[in-house]
């Protein structure tokens, strides 16, 4: 039951068995688009409800748009645009005729959204216009399907905001951009590092782009959610202007921010081991399951009498339990099973735990089994599912703690990219990031401002921005 | 701000005009398409709370599947599929490139779901396998555009079922239709009638089809939900084989089940009148709004300081309120607006009021406003809730039971649908159907079977299917 590779010696491997192994997806017969199974729907969901949340807080509301965008609007905003033609995919023909425009289906929805906004925009009244949709998005990417992490359709948000002053604007980035790290850190146990992109990473037509990036065991960095000033421009290209107090026009400042199905990807690759999926328990669709140990009906029905009384007071308590009970699996069997799909804690009932009044529970971030009695059983419980959350998370947070280094010498950030660490390196411009991008393959992640200036690895000319550079996802 | 269209004058417009003042839908750039405001994608999520929870019980999971259906998996079971044909889009290109195949938008995922299912079902052990998911619907649809009603691309839900026996797929197709009626009735106080459709409106590939049907004001009907039983027509055509108990490999029996945001523009044009937007409490993003009264900033700060202790008990209490304190609108202009955005409760709060320590209630279902003392106001508030509620669905009842009348002469039921009526009538097959349809432009919307025999309207035939007609939206 165990997966074939390891996580250690054939990282890449090893994900591709895990993904599929654990039930989380599938491939489907469309070349670069996958299926997500349940198991991972779920953690969708999570994801979801907890910016759902996030968003309701701060005003800011779900509408959908249409998935179709015409080819005339994309024209509109070329500059935009140009970025995603490569991969855009287009719908020419409707029913039996073929349309007299072809539309592209969404790679994002600036356009679409922005032009409509130009109607609904005119006071300051209006102001601030904060709206969110969960949508799927196509890009027809020409490079290998990665499940989670690379398909051609993905399911995301996309936040799409109207200002009336930069400064408003500048706040909604950043409370994006903190509900990403939240998301991330208190819902994915996954640690984060927040800053700015570069100029040539940054999103075609923003002003910046704000990000949060994750580290994977394998020395890459993972994108996992992206929040963009888009500054005046795409309200100069779409008229989304409005009135001030005083009656004067002006142009709206707009930003937009979004994370993807992608998450799902990075959390699973970053916890999980060679027995199989690691879910921290908040996104785990089984938190608890009951494995009753028994020879016979009667054994099994001891058993199964202790196990209910537990699910009760579990399900009480919000805990999502099962129960198997199956008789022509053995309990090894379904150890093994339930470690291979992720589920946090394992209570088993035998005859031995029932004579001593009381259970045995292994928890699958791998600290070792525990009789625990009766009357204790739902704090053990409940304890556990906090304690591997927050073990899950300091394990991950020292592995990225660890991984980073600084280098200022050019070779040393060799050094350390050919180490799967990520490097902290000065550079002072575009074209110093793209000799080491074409030199290593890496790429600058983030940019933090620091206050003293440093030297650039690659021109020696001093800056103060420094790069985090790794490969990346 | 009241409508400039009546309800019982000119339908058509007045519900055109509604859905755009009242905020709920937007017309986009591509034809047949529009865009989902807040006020009614809050509905949309409502439905999906609501089903969702359903389907958990049920133990029916989410997961997503792709988009896109390549044309030689629609080709492998052209008799589903011939149904759909004409309203296929069509993506021929990716990126700069034809595609070598052309890719069908989704206009349903029998096909893309079940070959999949061929992959994950080989015992009984794996039945009954029950999935579900939301997702973006493409028809290419060369009617006109109704907002909500009919648009090229929509929101759904599609359940998709596989059993290892007729039993239990027939089982699931009532549950879920049981579901639809909750959610129609118990959700969006709108009274539907469940049956079966007659063979001509069976969805293609099905044995049998199941319905909820609505009536709208204009005598129309509305399809609001529709459950099939399957089957094995799909099980054979994708090979979705199970091994049985004593080693027989079997076909499932396929079930597959939806309802779309057709659902919100149903349950608009039944409860909304001539001053805008009704919306039964359970789906108004807003439940209750507070309006203080108010000359100066000192009423102002009198008037807020009873309406803060208001909205902190009715938050309390679950319930979505919100305190319209805008500076620039008076009280009257606000109550239009409210009105018209189908706000269930409105609390005003003036001098008068606050002297005689107490704040009026209007209800947007037309009863009188009332005077409620202080310590009497969070009761009445949610007692009112719950009556609107109630009140919505027997109003509608009313009206619904009032338009069926039975006809056993065929003029009765020509006369009945000129009266708008829901016309019931013994009708034998599908060419008498057919005849009906081409005379009066009536379908039948669903069977019930009766156990005495009647009359067809059409051959005199005795038969035991008692039609319900109308026209349908």
Known sequence: MALENKK?????????????????????PIQGCMIIRPRAYFVWQQIQD????????????????????PESMLKKEASHFAGFTPEVAWVTKGGNEDLSEPLALRPTSETIIYSTYAKWVSSHRDLPLLLNQWANIIRWDTKTLKP???????????????????EDAEAMVAKALNWYREVCQDLLAMPVMAGVKSRSETFPGAEYTTTVEALMPDG?????????????SFSKMFDVKYKTNDEKQEYCWMTSWGVSTRLIG??????????GLVLPPKIA???????????????????LLSANK???QLREKGVRVHVDDREDKSPGFKFNEWELYGVPVRIEIGLRDLAKQGVTIARRDGIDKDFVSEEKVIDFVLNAMQDIQTNLFSRAKLFLDSSIIFADQYKDLKIGLEH?????????????????????QATSRLIELTKEEGKCVITGKPTKSMHYFAKSY
């Open 285 to 303: 669709q089984v938190q608890v399951v009951i494995v009753p140990i028994f020879k016979d009906l009667e054994e099994k029905k001891m058993a």
């Open 220 to 232: 890459k960095a993972l994108q996992c959610g992206t929040s963009h000033n888009l500054g005046q």
């Open 148 to 166: 989670f992490l690379r398909t051609r359709e993905f399911l995301w948000q996309e936040g799409h905001t109207a200002h009336a002053s930069r």
């Open 50 to 69: 907890f910016l759902n949340n996030k968003f309701a807080e701060e005003g800011v509301q779900n509408a959908y748009f249409p998935m179709f965008i």
């Open 266 to 275: 990075a959390a699973i690759m970053l916890h999980s081991d060679d027995k």
């Open 8 to 28: 250690n010696e054939n990282f890449g491997e090893w994900y591709l068995e895990l993904v599929q192994k654990a039930q989380l997806m599938e491939y489907s």
């Open 310 to 312: 537990i699910v009760l």
């Open 420 to 440: 799967k660490k990520l490097v902290q390196a000065y550079c002072c411009d575009e074209a110093a990031e793209e000799i080491i991008k074409q030199d290593t």
